[in-house]
């Protein structure tokens, strides 16, 4: 992994300069690192989940929320050159978030249900966010040239709730029906028996 580290390091300072954010974002080699870092986290919480105490857990996932709100707000990462380290920075900081946040039990009730829906449509959220942003941004760019606000609370605005919303119609809509087709038609699905 830190041969993959030092790699697009190297190919960001010397070949790309302050452009190698965009063009690592949309590359395999790009964000192998982060595969690795869920990988290795999920094995760390799964060999030491016993001894991570709730409160502990907590505090992990604090801690890292709040470094990772500073990274991101405070030394910013898409400028160059923290742009060729920002994905392995988010990797390991949203690990922790994710260690910690199931070492202190989760969150039960129906904000746990809500997040879980959310979890369940997050692939759609993935697929469709850069979507929905360069088209709803560009459309209030249109209608509203004046609009002035904070970049965090246009985001949310204009790209993340219209993208939460689209992801989840197309999860109930598309993917969750095949899903459950597939469960029908796949290889362990139930089978009639001939009559003797």
């Not at 922790?96 to 202190?104: C, E, L, N, R, S």
């Not at 942003?133 to 004046?146: I, R, Y």
């Amino acid at each position: 992994m830190l041969a993959i580290v030092l790699f697009r390091l190297m190919l960001g300072a010397w070949t790309l300069g302050p452009a190698a954010y965009y063009n690592i974002y949309h590359t395999m080699l790009g964000r192998l690192d982060q595969f690795l870092i869920g990988m290795a986290a999920a094995a760390v919480f799964a060999h030491y989940r016993g001894r991570i105490s709730k409160g502990l857990g907590f505090a992990l996932a604090a801690l890292a929320l709040a470094l990772l709100t500073a990274w991101l707000a405070i030394f910013g990462p898409l400028n160059y050159p923290l742009n060729m380290l920002s994905f392995t920075v988010e990797a390991l900081l949203f690990s922790i978030v994710i260690i910690g946040f199931h070492a202190a039990g989760g969150v039960r009730g129906r904000v746990g249900r809500a997040l879980a829906v959310l979890g369940s449509a997050s692939y759609s959220l993935y697929l469709l966010h850069l979507f929905v942003g360069a088209v709803v941004l560009k459309l209030v760019n249109q209608w509203a040239p004046d609009l002035h606000m904070a970049g965090f609370l246009r985001t949310l605005l204009f790209v993340f709730l219209p993208s939460i919303a689209l992801s989840l119609l197309t999860y109930f809509s598309i993917e969750k029906p095949f899903i459950e087709l597939g469960k029908k038609l796949g290889p362990n699905a139930p089978t009639e028996v001939p009559a003797p």
